[in-house]
């Protein structure tokens, strides 16, 4: 992982924060419990990221075709929030929402924006706010020209419902929960996650997307730098294929435990893996193991 700079280091709405070296930091209204950071990726680029509150989220500001589209619109609550954070950098309103998924942290604000905006998912998405208006299968494209957005659906993993947002232009990506950071993944089963499914969509995910060097996850600590304050934690293509190769070596594992006798507790005590990813966070690592069980045992008996 790297550290991400930013022309515009912090904005923060809603309560007052400190900027990066550098920077200014803007308050917008009365200081109040609900406050988002925003960093803009690249100087002069009409991308930003908007922390807190939920999941990540991506304002991208078109100005020729005079419209916001979002990523992710944060948990119930949060919706005003995120309007006044973007007010800050464009008088344009936000026309488009996408979300990721369906997960409250990342879809429940979506009833909160102006009623006329279009709501984007993939059609399993589950547990938004509000049904999407737009759903698709595989692909869809978005805007044109720099701003140009193209979506990904590669199949189950956090959620069955789980979108890659890619910037070709600008080399972007926003992937969303797929991606735990450095920590086995949080897998939904009971909304179409999968933790048998995970490494191939993950491989499908690395394979088939190119020319991205930037990628923002759904979630990601600041962590506590001295003398830094508002840097943006993000991602490269390579830490992405790292993760593809943990799910697929994770997964090996568990079969490797199951061909041995061993129930889901005794192998997630016993779980071993490569020494490249000794420093992931296994805080996941048993729910994980047994959902991967369940599938693997629903797989061997079913009628042939």
Known sequence: MRWGTAACPLVAVGAL???GPGGV???AG????????MHSLSPGDTVYVLLDGGGHSLAVVDEDRGEVVLVDAKSA???QTVMDA???VTELPVTTIINTHGHADHAGGNGELPPTTRIIAHENAAGASGPPVTTFRDTLSLLDGPNRIELYHFGPAHTGGDIVVVFPEKGVAHVGDLVNGKAAPVIDAAHG??????PETLARLAAEIDGVDTVIAGHGAMPPVPGVHGMLQ???WADVEEYAAFTRDFLAAVREAMDAGLDAAEAAAALRLPERYAGYGMEQAEANVRIIYDE???RREAPQ
């Open 296 to 298: 693997l045992r629903a």
């Open 193 to 198: 996650g999968s933790g048998v499914a995970y």
């Open 234 to 236: 993000t991602m490269t």
């Open 86 to 88: 973007v007010a800050l």
């Open 25 to 27: 930091a803007i308050a």
């Open 77 to 79: 609550g949060w919706g």
């Open 30 to 37: 009365q200081p109040a419990a609900k406050t988002v950071r």
């Open 17 to 19: 924060a400190l900027g």
